[in-house]
């Protein structure tokens, strides 16, 4: 049995687009009661149209599930600001740094999407990426450019144009600037 419910629950509303952690942005379709196991269960109901999925969140799990507000412009703002920034890229294996970029995705938080997206960009004139690597930066980039279009209501393309925009005024990453830091590197020790 399924009933509809109030249109707000926990400061959120149907008709309002939330960030899932593990699913990036979404928008409260409805908030509904179902009876499940004998329980009657307050549920936010939250369409993901990217995916075609539908998730049904219990209103008692939202905190734990780490369900939030888009992000305020001034977040946006300081994203956009981490991706212009020099990357940071640890010395360790890559499925270390895989697992890490993985946790930062999944973890809804948008400035840690953007250090993903800055660390993993690749300009025209870098080498190419890994397979892996490409599936990190591309599941980074769409989840960054989701929440900042729904924030600034963009089109998903004018989000992303924006991103590569910020992207390009990063300090270039190329082989021979790499060289160059690490005779730096070298003549310092």
């Known amino acids: 049995m399924v009933a509809k419910k109030q249109q707000q629950r926990l400061g959120f509303k149907t008709g309002e687009y939330v960030v899932y952690p593990s699913h990036g942005v979404g928008i409260v379709v409805a908030i509904e009661e ?3 196991a004998g329980l009657t269960l307050e549920l936010f109901v939250i369409s993901f149209e990217q995916d075609k999925l539908t998730l049904r969140v219990p209103v008692a799990k939202v905190k734990s599930v780490g369900m939030r507000k888009l992000a305020e412009d001034e977040e946006v703002k300081r994203a956009l600001d981490t991706v212009t920034g020099r990357a940071r890229v640890k010395r ?9 970029y993985e946790a930062k995705i999944n973890s809804g938080d948008l400035i840690a999407i953007s250090e993903v997206v800055r660390d993993l960009y690749r300009s025209e004139e870098q080498p190419e990426q890994s397979y892996s690597e490409r599936q ?3 599941q980074a ?19 992303v144009q924006l991103i590569e925009k910020q992207l390009a005024k990063s300090p270039k990453r190329t082989k021979t600037d790499a ?7 070298e003549a310092a020790a």
Do not use: Y
């Open 141 to 159: 980039m769409d989840r960054m450019s989701r929440e900042i279009g729904a924030v600034r209501k963009l089109t998903l393309t004018e989000a």
């Open 34 to 36: 179902q009876e499940v």
């Open 92 to 100: 360790t294996m890559w499925s270390r740094r895989a697992q890490e």
């Open 179 to 185: 060289a160059e830091a690490d005779s730096d590197e």
């Open 136 to 138: 990190l930066f591309e």
